[in-house]
């Protein structure tokens, strides 16, 4: 059976926020498994964080790294036979990139992709426990290494607990 099958009403809407994991195998079995329970259709959201120091300079320092991960993560997840609505730039704040298309789009749940927490960010934010507060719906979160391919052992998604 094809992951596109189904009608489009039918399909669950889920967002995945990802930055530099966005093109990960992580990501691809997270959103292979999150397909298999039922038909699925995917946004993704590229919140262009800056490195490093450079958001004290200027917020919008990470726009071509994220319009970088866009494109790769676009030409995997296309490969992959997934049903992908959409994949867009979001605000450098992560939040406020999930809650820019949380208030414009209607979603059943999110996968939250993260570097593991010695490199994350996004972790000593507690990104995935404030996603889920502010909005509500259940949160998948997904640690990916920043290699591309290649890695044997991917670890499963962790599902949030309420």
């Known amino acids: 059976m094809s992951q596109l099958s189904g009608l489009a009403s ?3 809407r889920v967002l995945v926020v990802a930055n ?3 093109a990960t195998d992580e990501v691809l079995e997270a959103l292979r498994a999150r397909a298999a329970r039922g038909p699925a259709r995917f946004t993704l959201v590229v919140p262009a ?3 490093g120091l450079a958001w004290a300079a200027d917020m919008s320092a990470g726009v071509p790294e994220a319009r970088r991960q866009m494109r790769a993560a676009d030409e995997r997840l296309r490969e992959s036979g997934l049903w992908v609505d959409d994949i867009r730039l979001g605000s450098p704040d992560p939040l406020a990139a999930v809650l820019d298309a949380v208030n414009f789009g209607a979603f059943a749940e999110i996968i939250v992709c993260t570097l593991p ?3 994350s960010r996004w972790l000593r934010l ?3 426990h404030r996603v889920e ?3 509500g719906l259940p949160v998948t979160h997904v640690v990916a290494p920043r290699a591309v391919a290649g890695r044997a052992g991917r670890p ?7």
């Open 20 to 22: 530099r994991t966005a």
């Open 126 to 128: 507690c990104l995935p």
């Open 49 to 51: 964080t800056p490195s």
């Open 10 to 12: 039918q399909a669950e």
């Open 117 to 119: 927490r010695r490199f």
């Open 156 to 162: 499963e998604p962790e599902p949030i607990a309420a």
């Open 133 to 135: 507060r502010a909005t």
